[in-house]
């Protein structure tokens, strides 16, 4: 069973920058697409942004322009690099892997790492 390993979540003031990793490991099938997905407190999570295995790429209306998600196949991590951070950005993000195991396509999720964004 892969696994995901989420880091670089912290707090940091409105404006400023944080980088997200999600690192796999353990993984026996074939990637469709990797994920981040955000859960403020008292709300759905919600899907920030998605990079396929082919390289397409998928961001949510809120974070176009100031949120860049990336791969790095050789290093099996998928990054989020945040900047022009805001308080609404605020929450728990999850790094998601979508993979094929036949006969379906399966979803794994990482333990998720805090971002706070507060003045």
């Known amino acids: 069973q892969v696994q995901l390993v989420e880091s670089g979540g912290g707090s940091v003031q409105p404006g400023g920058s944080l980088r997200l990793s999600c690192a796999a490991s353990?993984?026996?099938?074939?990637?469709?697409?990797t994920s981040w997905f955000r859960q403020a407190p008292g709300k759905q999570r919600e899907l920030v942004a998605s990079?396929?295995?082919?390289?397409?790429?998928t961001y949510a209306e809120s974070v176009r322009g100031r949120f860049t998600i990336s791969r790095d196949d050789a290093k099996n991590t998928v990054y989020l690099e945040m900047n022009s951070l805001k308080p609404e950005d605020t929450g728990v993000y999850y790094c998601?892997?979508?993979?094929?195991?036949?006969?379906?396509?399966?979803?794994?999720w990482g333990q998720g790492t805090q971002v706070t964004v507060s003045s």
């Open positions: 990079v396929t295995i082919g390289g397409v790429i």
């Open positions: 998601q892997r979508a993979e094929w195991q036949p006969p379906s396509r399966t979803e794994v």
């Open positions: 353990g993984s026996k099938f074939s990637e469709l697409s």
